[in-house]
């Protein structure tokens, strides 16, 4: 009945898959708990990503990643899968081949229910949260050249605000940059993957009375 219950809330309360368009522009940011920081005028790139959740008997999980310290950039990070747009390609199409590309998920497992809040990163790139369903664990294989882990989190975990904080480091130059995070076990989850799950926490959740029963029975 819980597995039906949050199913039932993402198709209610994410966007369709069908209406995500390739001009639209981000209702979240990086810049959201930096608004001081230099803000460039540019053309941002489309990405999207994967939220792989798979319903589990005991309680819902989230697959994600560990990224391989081999990249060029973002070596060790927590993410989801995904990356750049294809030309051509909608949101859903380019997450869920992302993820048959990173940890060999069948495209066939996965049922997209619809897309959150696009993301803007520092770097550029307009990230589209993709949601997919998966009925069964799914069996996965990482690409040694992209993804060093992949793992589970509880839906619990990551949708409970006690879990979520906000951490910060000081670059070498321009001021200190604040950012999500959400140390999972050894793991830690920050930045543009940890103010996804968050957006989406509020997307589904809100602020609405008895959240946290909510939270429990789609988790339970």
Do not use: C, K
């Not at 664990?137 to 993804?147: A, G, N, Q, R, W």
């Not at 906000?166 to 140390?183: C, E, T």
């Amino acid at each position: 009945m819980s597995l039906d219950t949050l199913r039932r809330r993402l198709v209610e309360r994410l966007d369709p898959a069908a209406a995500w368009r390739p001009d639209g522009r981000p209702l979240r940011s990086d810049f959201d708990l930096n608004p001081d920081a230099p803000r460039p005028g540019r053309t941002l790139r489309p990405a999207a990503v994967l939220v792989p959740v798979i319903a589990r008997p005991e309680g819902p999980t989230v697959l994600l990643t560990r990224r391989s310290d081999s990249l060029a950039r973002h070596t060790g990070q927590i993410a989801f899968p995904g990356g750049r747009l294809d030309p051509g390609e909608t949101a859903a199409q380019a997450a869920v081949r992302e993820a048959w590309e990173e940890v060999a998920l069948a495209p066939a497992a996965v049922e997209v229910l619809g897309v959150g809040d696009g993301h803007e990163t520092v770097t550029g790139f307009m990230v589209t949260p993709v949601v997919g369903w998966l009925a069964e664990p799914p069996v996965v294989t990482p690409s040694p050249d992209e993804v060093a882990e992949v793992f589970e989190a509880p839906w619990d975990f990551l949708m409970d605000p006690a879990n979520h904080r906000r951490d910060f480091y000081d670059p070498d130059s321009g001021p200190r940059r604040w950012f999500w995070a959400m140390p999972y076990r050894e793991r830690y989850i920050w930045g543009a993957t940890a103010a996804i799950v968050r957006a989406l926490r509020s997307r589904l959740y809100g602020e609405e009375p008895g959240i946290a029963a909510a939270v429990d029975e789609d988790a339970a």
